[in-house]
């Protein structure tokens, strides 16, 4: 039978460990998680035209899509990169234009892309630095995801067989999955860094953090919490059976 204390520990973990998860899932298929902000300035209809069509339909190149997300109030997620653009093919007729977000997915093969040193220049060399950040923000929440699932197999199977055992090892999947979500926020931000040391955004552009980042920042602690719950479970109970047991033997 399990002490009240270790089950109320065990129901905490596991709640922290879905809040976790719900957050860190909804920062992975959004795209808030860089923002630029410019001010609103009035181009020809056709440049505007070239810049949507040139983002959604052309090749894919760094230096092209960061400059057109300066340009257009663009966002930056770990799968998506979005602008904001006018929603009516004849905006430049109407004083006050509707705007809609356009969005853009990477693909798994855009995802494994090498950086240059110089974005958009191919002979400029590549950037390691740059092109391994960049794999580690899209590999690491998915590795996250997944050691949160496995622990929540194990911590099933523990109940099916009324094994309190296993708590430790859920506990310590958790905390590497704090710590595979605390490497993403801190390689996503390492990467977007560099990329605005060798591409920097044009005078009159701001650039800030958005709320996708921020729910993936408090995934970690979530999860660490979740895990240091689990540890002092396992750990407890651990030591109340030791006791439990040689006080029966004597």
Sequence with gaps: ??????????????????LATVYLSVAVGTQH??????????????????????FSNGEFDERAYSDTMFRLNGTLGLWWRCILVPGHSHWFKEPDPKMVTQC???????????????????????????????????????????????????????????????TLGVGVLHLLAGLCSLGTVCCFLAGMDLLHRSSPPPDGVDSSLGWSLYLALISSPLQMMAAALFLWAARSHRKSYTRMTAYRVA
Excluded at 5 to 11: F, M
Aim: net charge neutral; glycine share 4%; hydrophobic share 40%.
């Design 1 to 18: 039978m399990v002490d009240n204390r270790y089950a109320t520990a065990l129901v905490i973990g596991s709640v922290l460990s879905l």
């Design 104 to 166: 853009v997915s990477f693909t798994l093969p855009q995802q494994f892309f090498p950086k240059f040193k110089e974005p958009g220049n191919h002979d400029s060399g590549e950037d390691l630095l740059r092109t391994y950040l960049w794999r580690c923000q899209f590999l690491l929440p998915l590795v996250s995801l997944a050691l949160v699932f496995l622990s929540g197999l194990i911590g099933v199977c523990a109940c099916l067989c009324r094994s309190f055992t296993p």
């Design 33 to 54: 998680w860089y923002q630029y902000r410019s001010l609103p300035v009035k181009h020809e209809a056709s440049n505007a035209s070239e810049l949507r069509e040139e």
